[in-house]
């Protein structure tokens, strides 16, 4: 499901939609609120995917990203909600989102979401 911060994203056409190759996008200053306390959580979120006809502007991506420093979301919630986004913006062949937040208490998650179109 979309969220509402999709409208961010833009894109462009893909310059080489007939080739499979991927593109790493690497985003270390990724920072979100934690729903329990209010309190930021930060974390490293790494983009991967293969474009089909689109791919995602990397200013509009930042903007994006942006958009949930005062959205409180559990780890899980939203890296779903980036995948699905994303996915949603550029219909990709395949994406995974690997968000890896920092640790918090002695405790530190990663979470791993992906995409392939059938």
Do not use: W
């Not at 499901?1 to 994203?9: D, Q, R, T, V």
């Not at 609120?33 to 474009?51: A, E, N, R, S």
């Not at 690997?98 to 979401?113: D, E, K, L, Y």
């Amino acid at each position: 499901m979309p969220s509402e911060f999709l409208a961010i994203l833009e894109t462009f056409p893909n310059p080489f939609p007939q080739r499979d190759y991927s593109i790493e996008t690497i985003c270390p200053e990724f920072t979100s609120l934690c729903p329990k306390t209010g309190q930021p959580d930060y974390g490293t979120l790494v983009i991967t995917y293969v474009p089909d006809e689109k791919c995602f502007e990397l200013k509009s991506l930042k903007l994006y990203l942006q958009a949930f420093r005062n959205h409180g979301a559990f780890y899980e919630q939203v890296t779903n909600m980036i995948l699905d986004d994303l996915v949603a913006a550029t219909s990709p062949r395949s994406l995974e989102v690997v968000a890896q937040f920092t640790p918090r208490g002695g405790i530190r998650s990663n979470v791993t979401v992906k995409y392939a179109k059938d």
